[in-house]
């Protein structure tokens, strides 16, 4: 917590304090996380865990269905390419985000999964992207872990 | 008003840091644990209230990731930001109601993910109390010298708390510090910010605890000993510390004499068998003997040398250690009731109080008590 008494324009005596919070986090990725990470960047391979009841395909992979509350325990290779569901192209970026703009994000059904895929769009023109068309993933040449170890989908 | 009584609870094994583990992966081990303490499964629940803290959780809403963790997907469901304890209190008046016949009560906190004094910093007052430097530790020192001052009290009194507590908690499998302290080990440690030494401060500590509510009639079905809930309290004193009587814990006064009122208690003393306190630093254990009406005002540390509040006095105070043996922040409160249901449903294990049919749980929170919580169980 930082405070910086702030002057008023006049000159005067204080009136406002400006502030600024920073808190540092380490969040662990756990087992499930950790695994889903390891396999796209050793063997650029997407991974989910299906439902022990219902069967679904789950993204990203979690020890338990939240749909049912049942395990979660069997993991499942999915395709690196599926269906766009729904897309956005971010003019006014948040953040932190993708240094080229616009973006599109993309919600991406891939094919064998029970839930939606969350990534990008690329080599494509915003104005051609439509619901529907197949999307195939672009794997980052030097990965680390990360949802960035796909650069992103471009149509197929 | 419907019965209510604690059915089942669950608490992680505390630890300085839950290395590894997400939160969610944590959350759902400990759901179920509880889930089979009391022989249901998440489709008996109908209503999820969950304590979390967003800043330790480093996201807005953050209940809001955990939700299919905790089993609330498509429930009614609520979060409280305070200790679990509070979030207990909806849940009993949720059933108690009559709309809903069973609540499941989460709490957890990760505080080893970012960093609890910053947290507490900022929780201090921008323009009166921030430019001072006063965070939680600061605001309880200020309460233990106004206190020890007030009363006279020496300043060995609350190392002696750190001293049964710490030695209570190596029986307990879910505590953080299971090693026992010497009270020259306790006075010879550095005051962090004086007069409150390291070892008369709580642990930083990852953990989550899990409590099942449920009506009366479903609480005769499920086979196991119902801790009912005969009485619940909640006070806030004034934010400003200024504005405090400091040497009192006028909010855990209130609302202990709140629940007591509810459950016919006159003489709590006597008619408690046991009780589990948060304890945040240990002068404040003293402070709580008082305010719960154990004694009177100024002779909590009387009452602890006499070793009424001991594993085997009179009324026993924090027979798994409390606070200062492990704070998962948000839970801790709620670690006090788990620990108190076992107590009177006689499933306490190593730290069991033998026969011990009524006991109260309490809560603390905000800087140097701010508020309080109570809540009485019987068995």
């Known amino acids: ?156 | 008003m419907e019965e209510v009584a604690v059915v089942g609870w669950a608490q992680t094994r505390h630890e300085r840091s839950k290395t590894g583990q997400t939160c969610q992966k944590m959350l759902y081990d400990l759901v179920n644990t509880a889930l089979q303490s009391c022989s249901m499964t998440i489709r008996d629940i109908d209503t999820v209230i969950d304590a979390g803290s967003d800043f330790l959780d480093g996201r807005g809403l953050s209940n809001a990731l955990n939700l299919d963790a905790m089993g609330a997907h498509s429930k009614v469901e609520s979060k409280v930001a305070g200790d679990g304890l509070e979030a207990a209190i909806y849940a009993f008046m949720k059933v108690a109601s009559g709309m809903f016949s069973s609540a499941l009560v989460v709490a957890y906190g990760k505080s080893s993910e970012s960093s609890i004094r910053r947290q507490t910093r900022a929780g201090a007052e921008p323009f009166y109390a921030r430019p001072l430097g006063i965070d939680a530790v600061a605001a309880g020192a200020l309460q233990e010298n106004a206190y020890l001052h007030h009363y006279g009290i020496d300043t060995s009194a609350p190392a002696r708390v750190a001293v049964k507590n710490r030695a209570a908690g190596t029986a307990n499998p879910y505590a953080q510090l299971r090693s026992e302290v010497t009270l020259a080990e306790v006075l010879g440690s550095p005051e962090l910010v004086s007069p409150i030494r390291r070892l008369e401060a709580c642990p930083v500590t990852d953990g989550a605890c899990a409590v099942v509510l449920a009506d009366g009639p479903m609480s005769r079905s499920l086979g196991v000993h119902p801790a009912w809930i005969r009485g619940i309290g909640h006070s806030q004193d004034a934010y400003s510390l200024g504005s405090r009587e400091l040497h009192k814990a006028v909010s855990a006064k209130l609302a202990a004499r709140r629940a007591y009122d509810m459950a016919s208690i006159t003489d709590p003393h006597s008619e408690l068998d046991v009780i589990e306190v948060s304890e945040f630093y240990a002068y404040q254990e003293l402070m709580l003997y008082e305010a719960l009406g154990l004694c009177a005002e100024g002779d909590g540390a009387l009452l602890l040398d006499a070793g009424a509040t001991a594993h085997d006095g009179q009324t026993p105070v924090n027979p798994s250690g409390g606070a200062l043996c492990a704070n998962p922040l948000v839970a801790t409160g709620l670690v006090r009731l788990a620990e108190s249901a076992a107590q009177v449903s006689n499933r306490g294990g190593n730290v069991q109080i033998d026969g011990a049919r009524r006991a109260l749980a309490h809560s603390g929170g905000g800087f140097a008590m701010q508020s309080a919580a109570c809540v009485i169980l019987e068995r």
């Open chain 1, 1 to 156: 917590m930082i405070e910086k008494a702030k002057e008023s324009p006049g000159g005067g005596p204080v009136d406002e304090v400006d502030g600024e919070l920073h808190i540092s986090y380490r969040q662990p990725y756990g087992e499930h996380y950790g695994r889903f990470y390891r396999e796209m960047c050793d063997n650029k391979r997407i991974m989910g865990v299906k439902c022990s009841k219902c069967g679904a395909v789950l993204l990203p992979p979690r020890p338990y269905c939240g749909f049912c509350y049942e395990p979660a325990d069997q993991w499942v290779e999915l395709a690196d390419e599926g269906t766009l569901k729904t897309f956005t192209t971010v003019y006014e970026p948040c953040v932190g985000e993708p240094a080229v703009q616009p973006y599109i994000c993309a919600f991406i059904m891939l094919d064998g999964a029970g839930v939606h895929f969350p990534h990008l769009l690329g080599e494509v023109d915003p104005d051609d992207v439509e619901v529907g068309m197949r999307v195939k993933a672009i794997w980052a040449e030097d990965r680390k872990g990360t949802l960035r170890d796909i650069k992103y989908f471009r149509p197929i």
